[in-house]
């Protein structure tokens, strides 16, 4: 009987350690597929990261232009006027040459 208890005992340890096989597979199996989750929403978090510099830089670049572009305009607006408030004075000048000839001739 003594040899009957002590494979008993055997037994019991095998299947204990099939369990504790089992365990440690199925803790594997979902550390792997934890894993996979993390590494999968890291990829996602790292691609909008991506896309958002990328939007970013081309708003920068097209701030840019419209700055650059809104100064041509400033520039040309101001030459303009400044040729437009010459050309006035030319015009008043003469204009007073004009009178002063008329008055001074009558």
């Known amino acids: 009987m003594e040899g009957w208890c002590k494979s008993m005992s055997i037994e019991e340890l095998i299947e204990e350690e099939r369990k504790g ?3 440690i597979e199925e803790a594997k199996a979902k550390a ?3 894993l996979a989750e ?3 929403k890291a ?3 790292m691609a909008q990261a ?3 510099e990328l939007i970013e830089s081309r708003i920068r670049g097209e701030e840019k232009k419209a700055l650059e572009e809104a100064e041509k305009i400033k520039q040309k607006y101001l030459q303009e006027a400044s040729r ?3 050309t006035s ?3 008043i000048q003469k204009a007073v040459e004009m009178v002063l000839k008329e008055v001074l001739k009558v």
């Open 21 to 23: 096989v089992r365990l």
């Open 32 to 34: 792997e597929r934890m």
């Open 84 to 86: 437009l408030q010459s």
């Open 38 to 40: 993390a590494r999968r």
């Open 89 to 91: 004075e030319d015009s």
């Open 50 to 52: 991506t896309k958002r």
């Open 43 to 45: 990829e996602e978090i």
